[in-house]
């Protein structure tokens, strides 16, 4: 079963290891969300809004439907 970044927990970190949308993965290649990047939940919106993800120091929202998009290295 593959995680996605509405699998994670808040305050829970990652590291992405793809993408399933190539029409959504060339939106959030252009603001910082890349394969191999390590994000942070920060937040959920209430009635699934969007999510707030950390990657370094940069805060970014992105909704439901491209947060269910970020796959997400297996755990071990």
Do not use: H, W, Y
Not at 6 to 24: C, M, N, P, Q, Y
Not at 44 to 60: E, N, R
Request: overall charge positive; aromatic content about 4%; some cysteine.
């Amino acid at each position: 079963m593959e995680r996605t970044v509405l699998d994670l927990s808040l305050g829970e970190e990652a590291t992405i290891r793809k993408f399933k949308d190539a029409s959504v993965a060339c939106k959030l290649l252009t603001v910082g969300i890349v394969p191999d990047a390590r994000i942070t939940l920060m937040r959920k919106a209430p009635f699934g809004g969007a999510v707030c993800l950390k990657l370094g120091q940069t805060f970014i929202a992105v909704r439901n439907t491209e947060a269910k998009t970020i796959i997400l290295e297996e755990i071990e």
